[in-house]
């Protein structure tokens, strides 16, 4: 079949790798239908997280038709539509139970890896390196769906797929991010990152009941995407004195809730330098965390910081004393997709438009100047779907 594969910093190539199989009885194989590019994968292919290896396929966002089942698979049946998270759950463990599956301790035989890296170890990710399970991602024809009875997620025909490809992680995502929030109605928000977490962010806040919501960023096309599209204010990152705009909107306190949906610097500051460094155990200079350090010196006393940005091992610089001293409260994470599926599928049914973020469609051929577009920003490129 055909895939996009991994093969270093900035070289992803579409080619014939051989087609998965059922591996295990609660497997399931889907022909993928569509698939997007996320900001994650920016990462990977910025060289920025270690245990990859040529050849791995890419993909966490995808949905397609079950074309073939394992003996124990019970819920989902051949032929039907499916969206699948991209963070895998067993729906057994502790985590899974308790409604935290990116969490889950059962589906990343890679734990030991990260544990012993970062002190910590979550659910597999498809297409997401050595690190977290080796999974074979879903930009590609076919791909294979371990605990299909509890990832797959059922789309009744007639749902167009680019209203739903996004609940498998990026609408969630931002969701998890304006949710995480604790907003009680009226609040004033403002999110680093006008990127496509960013806008969900946006847009899951007004969901959320958020009185004003404000997104930063310094490219002009998506910061006119979140005011065209998603109806809230922005802010040039390097035009406007941030902090004090923000002030002025808040009777000088700053925003109730932050939100930092940039993360690691996608131009690649390699995790495999941090690999050596966090083992040693000693500071890092780097320019990550920017959007995470405004983030915490803007909000208001007594808010939240919320973090849907992906960072690893350490960040330098982090103001510590800032969040001690404005009590401020701290949450971040890989989203718990599961937990937000019926949440988001009834905001689409009732009319949510999940598909708006969508600037480039193409071919699985294509992936390689797309993923360039995509990391360059260039052509107004806000998010990219392939069909295979
Ligand atoms: P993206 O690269 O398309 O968007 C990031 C945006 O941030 C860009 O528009 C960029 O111009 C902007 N930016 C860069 N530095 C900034 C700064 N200092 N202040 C304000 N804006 C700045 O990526 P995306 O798809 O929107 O993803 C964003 C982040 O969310 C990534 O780190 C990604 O890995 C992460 N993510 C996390 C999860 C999760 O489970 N927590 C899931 C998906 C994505
Ligand atoms: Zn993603």
């Known amino acids: 079949m055909k895939a996009v594969t991994w093969h270093g910093k900035h070289d992803v190539r579409t080619e014939t790798v051989e087609d998965p199989k059922i591996l295990d009885p609660n497997d399931v194989l889907l022909k993928v239908t569509s698939t997007a590019i996320c900001g994650s994968d920016l990462h990977l292919y910025a060289g920025s997280i270690p245990e990859m290896r040529s050849g791995d396929v890419l993909g966490h966002e995808f949905m397609g038709e079950v074309v073939e089942t394992g003996a124990n698979v019970s819920r989902i049946k051949k032929g039907q539509r499916v969206v699948v998270p991209f963070c895998i759950a067993c729906g057994e463990c502790y985590f899974c139970k308790h409604d935290q599956t990116s969490l889950c301790d059962n589906t990343n035989p ?40 509890v990832g797959c997620y059922v789309i009744p025909n007639g749902i167009p797929d680019e209203q739903v490809l996004f609940l498998t992680d990026i609408f969630p995502t931002g969701y998890q991010a304006a949710d995480q929030c604790d907003l009680k109605g009226g609040e004033t928000v403002a999110i680093w990152g006008a990127g496509p977490v960013g806008l969900f962010a946006a847009l899951s806040c007004k969901l959320l009941g958020a009185g004003r919501v404000v997104v930063i960023d310094r490219i002009p096309f998506r910061l006119e995407m979140a005011r065209e599209k ?29 939100i930092d949906a940039v993360g690691l610097d996608a131009h690649g500051t390699s995790l495999h330098e941090m690999y050596d460094k966090v083992k040693r ?79 480039h469609r193409a071919s699985l051929d294509e992936a390689s100047d797309l993923y360039e577009t995509f990391r360059t920003k260039e052509d107004e490129c806000v998010k990219v779907v392939m069909r295979p």
């Open 230 to 258: 998603v109806g809230v204010e922005t802010l040039h990152l390097d035009k406007d004195d941030i902090y004090e705009r923000l002030r002025e909107i808040t009777d000088g306190r700053g925003p109730d809730c932050c």
């Open 110 to 149: 890679d734990a030991h890896k990260v544990e012993e890296l970062y002190g910590y170890s979550g659910s597999g990710l498809f297409g997401y390196s050595h690190l977290f399970g080796g999974y074979a991602g879903g930009q590609a024809e076919y791909v294979r769906v371990p605990h299909a009875d």
């Open 281 to 359: 155990a000693v500071g890092l200079e780097t320019d990550d965390g920017t959007a995470l350090r405004q983030a915490i010196n803007c909000c208001r006393k007594g808010g939240v910081v919320s973090v849907p940005g992906v960072y690893g091992g350490v960040v330098d610089k982090y103001p510590i004393g800032a969040q001690f001293g404005k009590a401020l409260r701290m949450i971040g994470g890989q989203t718990h997709v599961h937990r937000y599926l019926d949440r988001l599928f009834d905001h689409v049914q009732n009319g949510v438009d999940a598909s708006f973020p969508i600037t």
